[in-house]
């Protein structure tokens, strides 16, 4: 029979033919209705068929689907091949497509035949589509398995490539997660359903697939399937951090497959994305950060994502079950992680922040101190802070010194030693001893000084204090000063003291009250008293 034509013809067909924005989503369309049929594999397959005359055009380009699904009869393709909004598939949710429109598809690319052949229990078919929708049916005297459909276009090869560069695009969208095996020109496009994301968890309930994780993007990615075909996916941060991709057979598209459906059934599904999201999400978050606490060498850059989003959570009044808070998740420098719990106990006394054990870090332990293991700046930090309301110290804010001097070699510098104490004593400061000592260890905040004051030889000194020696407040008790014998210049100046201890002494100060910018004036002041000491010197 010759003639007919797609039934309910006219604008709402030509409306249906190009409703997607991308004409090239047909294969989509198609790839849909095999999964329906049930076949287990599906084939697409383009090539250019060049004109036998050169001059004769450009020749066809040939779009070939094919399955091994169920197939159609006549009474199918009469019912809903050739006719619109008539699905089978209406109320049954093991079907992705419902609206029985997904055939008409292929005319969006104007091809100027569509042929399809097909068969059911015995039954052969060929129905060929004109570029005007009318169809012929065309009894086929062998056996067909399963629906091939060929598209003819005129087309060259060049145009041929760019088709099947879109058509790639169109499947590894639509169809990346496909349950069965899609191949275009032999490879192979579907794949499982992933997630490019941290502390991944996978769950299944009431026909829904759930994959959730951590994200560092604020606008994660958030994928919406059914039977593994795409039904949209999006970018936002109802969720911030948290990306998903859910896999439900109650979801659907929109009719022009442009979004998915919000409705009861997408409400249900949001539910259980945020129900995770709040439970089985963040118990992966503190297993991961359990594991990076137990090896301190390795607090990598994604660690310090994990516990930024933990602190966002946390800030943002999430109530963490008491199990969770004793968990092991925050590194020490003793290289035993201990729990937030524990951080909270300790927090009415302090604890210490370091990146790396000294001997700073031992002195606090000897002092039974916590010091955490992480950076002052670092989300460690921000996380306990959150956490306890106590942000933990740096081991920067205090420093210490090492002994460095033998007393065999005292000797040799005991010329500086006392000019620098003439000098001391002439600016009113009152000075216990003058030591040589090691500034140079992890973390310093030290190590670039000439000299460091002191209450005591290597005790714990607040940074703030280790620069005055004006002789006010606590250094009329009398202060150590320790001269830093890793300085690069301290060498020279200890050659120099030795003849000219004076202007040695002098260029120590000054460097010493420059690095505590002192007032100007006062480095003028004691020039004039080396000056003086060193005319004293050389009188006597």
Sequence with gaps: MSGETIGTIGQALEDLVHQFADPWSFLRELVQNAIDAGSPEIWIDLEHQPPPDPDAGPGLMLVEVGDAGEGMDREIIDSRLTRLFSSAKEGDFTKIGRFGIGFVSVFAIEPDLVCVDTGRVGEYWRVLFKPDRTFERIVLDHPVEGTTIRIYKQADATAVEDARVRAAEVLEYWCKHARVDIRLDGRSISRPMSLDARCVVEHEEQGARVLLGLVPQREAIRGYYHGGLTLHEEHDDRLPHVAFKIDSRYLEHTLTRDNVIRDESYDKAMAIVARLAKTTLVEAVFRELEDGASRPQTQTAALEELRARLAEWLAGGLSLEAGLLERPIVPTISGEPISLARCRAESRRGFWLARERSVVTDALAAQRALVLRGAPDGMLAHLVEVHTRQRPRPVTSVCTAVAAL???????????????????????????????????????????????????????????????????????????????????????????????PELAAYLVLRLFYLHSEQDPDELDRMALEAAEARWHRSTT
């Design 406 to 500: 033998l007393p065999a070699e005292r000797a040799c510098w005991e010329p500086l030693r006392r000019a620098l104490n003439r000098l001391l004593a002439a600016r009113g400061a009152k000075i216990a001893s003058i030591e040589l000592g090691h500034l140079a260890y992890p973390e310093s905040p030290v190590a670039n000084w000439i000299a460091i004051t002191q209450g005591k030889l290597g005790e714990l000194t607040p940074v703030v204090e280790i620069g005055r020696v004006d002789g006010g407040g606590w250094l009329s008790s009398g202060r150590v000063v320790v001269l830093n014998a890793d300085h690069p210049t301290l060498a020279r100046l200890l050659e120099l003291g030795e003849h000219e």
